[in-house]
């Protein structure tokens, strides 16, 4: 039981860790976003939700092999 009322101070999950770069990743370039109308040729069209929430699974399996450090080495 001790362990359950320290483990919120301080010790992050690596999981945790992942899901904030994943929303950080998200928010600045805008990867989940919708398409948006413009004038012109249109040829591409909106992603359907499912592609969506696989591009989202598999960014996030990216930013928890980032955290764990078992990301591509250059």
Known sequence: MDSLTTAGLGA???EDIALDLL???VSTTGVARPATASTGFG???APKPEEQVDHLLELYGRCLKAVEGKGAQA
């Open 23 to 25: 929303k950080f990743v």
């Open 12 to 14: 992050r999950r690596n």
């Open 43 to 45: 040829g591409s069209t």
